[in-house]
């Protein structure tokens, strides 16, 4: 029997609600009173350097559960969770042992972390709408690990949210939206050890707008463990 026990949860509702998150880059955040709408604040025309990251500030054991609810705004552009995501040699996240960080992608697949991060909703590039997936990756090193087909359509027909969940029970990764499960993903240590603990953050890539709400953290127990 698998137990949940509730460990964050974030409306997302209000001013005071992204109080718990550590911008990387310069995201724009705005609220209309049924979620918080995330944007770039950086021109476009800063190509690569105008996306960003958001932290949550604590650190989560190695199996959880993430839920999220989501609705694309406007596109192209790409959304990304990032999770188990702590320094290589053990250092938390905001140590000043780590390279500064400022939404560039590089610093986070081939810099001095490791993390899972899925990226979802991929309309960025040409090439990725023409063949829509959701993709899980491991870092250091940028590893392509799974995909599976991304079902969320386009801005003018997603007119209402989604709900986007996440599960990590020791070396098992699933990926979902409204229940349906997109891949599921065992890490055999091939790529180095499998991740713990660690922080969990969200990415996008401009000039993608997007809203959130609802943010829950799980801890995961099976019985008997």
Known sequence: MTEYRLLYDNPLMGPEHPNDFVNEGNPEIAFDGNGVILANADPEELGDYAHWVLWLNRVFPADIKIEWEFQPLREPGLCML??????REGQPLFSPELQERDGYYPQYHSGDINAY???????????????????LR???????????????????????????????????????????VLFRWEDDGELGPVLQEGYIGFRQMAPMMAKYRNLKVFGIKEEGI
């Open 82 to 87: 990032f999770f188990a995501a702590f320094g």
């Open 117 to 135: 991060h899925i990226s979802y909703y991929r309309r960025k590039f040409t090439s990725e709408r023409y063949f829509e997936t959701c993709n």
């Open 138 to 180: 491991k870092s250091h090193g940028f590893h392509l690990v799974a995909q599976g087909a991304d079902p969320l359509p386009a801005v003018a027909d997603a007119i209402d949210f989604y709900k986007l969940t996440v599960e990590k029970r020791q070396q098992l990764i699933t990926f979902s939206i409204n229940d349906l």
